[in-house]
């Protein structure tokens, strides 16, 4: 019974490049949330995906940054160009639409 | 605008005590509130919630109480353990809308031997 599933754990990039995210929800899970953790603070919401929608992106930058979650495979947090304050913890959390969301571990990006 | 946030960043307690953590929120709309547990290095982890419904909630060794007059919440761990050490987030949720969590900065639990 695999909870939430994210890699890499840890991702260096240097800026310039591209950092791409991977989150795997719960089974039975179609419902996806990205957030972003600074550290020494908690953790914002950046976006929220059911299956091949995006339902609110409010929390995402409008540039650079972009979220997918096909019908197949997992759901993807792409940053394109990637400057030294993307640097973070990156979270996914899955759940089944009934409030309760359950977090992966994290992708820890640092930009060089 | 949405917000929450705590009153105090750091809780220093003795191993066996209860601890008490607060959390101020200011979204009136907020009709679901739900504590987390961040251990270094991990992904925030689920310990209890509560709905606007409802003061007070019960699980093993942890309660919560919800205020809404105040727009408080509180956490309390009773005997607490040092594996209890941790950062702790309260977060609201407007029910009905993109679900999104909202979280507050966080209070460091650190339970002393």
């Known amino acids: 019974n695999a909870g939430v599933m994210q890699n890499p754990r840890h991702l260096v990039r240097r800026r310039g490049q591209e950092a791409r995210l991977r989150c795997s929800p719960m089974?039975?899970?179609?419902?996806v949330y990205w957030y972003r953790q600074l550290p020494e603070e908690g953790l914002k919401f950046m976006v929220y995906l059911q299956k091949e929608n995006i339902i609110d992106e409010s929390g995402m930058p409008k540039e650079r940054f972009s979220a997918e979650f096909p019908k197949e495979g997992p759901s993807i947090l792409r940053i394109q160009q990637v400057v030294r304050g993307d640097s973070a913890a990156y979270f996914c959390?899955?759940?089944?639409?009934?409030?309760?969301?359950?977090f992966g571990p994290g992708t820890r990006l640092t930009v060089l | 605008g949405e917000s929450v946030g705590l009153h105090l960043p750091t809780l220093s307690v003795q191993e066996g005590d209860n601890s008490i953590i607060n959390c101020a929120y200011s979204n009136s709309a907020s009709d679901y509130f739900i504590w987390y547990k961040q251990e270094s290095g991990k992904g925030p982890q689920f310990i209890i919630d509560?709905?606007?419904?409802?003061d007070k909630r019960q699980g093993q060794r942890v309660t919560v109480l919800l205020n809404k007059t105040v727009k408080h919440l509180s956490l309390q761990i009773a005997a607490t353990q040092p594996g209890d050490s941790a950062v702790y987030f309260c977060?609201?949720?407007?029910?009905?809308?993109?679900?999104?969590?909202?979280f507050g900065k966080g209070t460091k639990l650190t339970v002393n031997p």
């Open positions: 977060a609201e949720i407007v029910t009905g809308g993109s679900e999104k969590l909202v």
């Open positions: 089974k039975g899970h179609s419902h």
């Open positions: 959390a899955s759940s089944h639409g009934l409030n309760e969301q359950f």
């Open positions: 509560i709905r606007s419904n409802m």
